[in-house]
């Protein structure tokens, strides 16, 4: 029944960045990989390509300001976005072919991007 409703809730023609992101981690776990690609796929086409990393925002986002010696860190919420993006990628059945892990890599260049000095994140989300 929980995969009936998540599968209305893909079906939906409007689904948030986060919302797909979640789905998409969500179908991967049930091993349904035609609703796990067509929201990977999705996905892909709403993704921040910057300074050879990839990554996924909030619709509405204002832009960074481009300040020398400054790297602003990304919110928490799109961080945990991007790390179920990941996980969605990383986790499927058969493994992942070559060209999905190249992909996977520049997601998590983006996600070491955002540690602080300590090595953790703005949250513990």
């Not at 995969?3 to 992101?21: G, R």
């Not at 892909?44 to 204002?62: C, F, I, L, N, T």
């Amino acid at each position: 029944n929980a995969l009936f409703c998540l599968e209305t809730a893909a079906n939906q023609q409007e689904n948030h960045v986060y919302t797909k992101a979640l789905l998409a981690y969500a179908f991967a776990l049930a091993g349904n990989r035609e609703k796990r690609k067509a929201l990977l796929d999705s996905l892909e086409k709403e993704a921040v390509r910057k300074d050879g990393s990839v990554h996924w925002q909030r619709p509405g986002k204002e832009p960074e300001v481009d300040l020398p010696y400054y790297r602003p860190r990304a919110p928490s919420a799109e961080v945990e976005m991007t790390a179920y993006v990941l996980l969605a990628h990383l986790t499927s059945q058969p493994a992942p072919a070559q060209e999905e892990l190249a992909f996977a890599a520049l997601i998590a260049k983006w996600i070491s991007s955002q540690q602080n000095p300590n090595g953790g994140f703005s949250s513990t989300q």
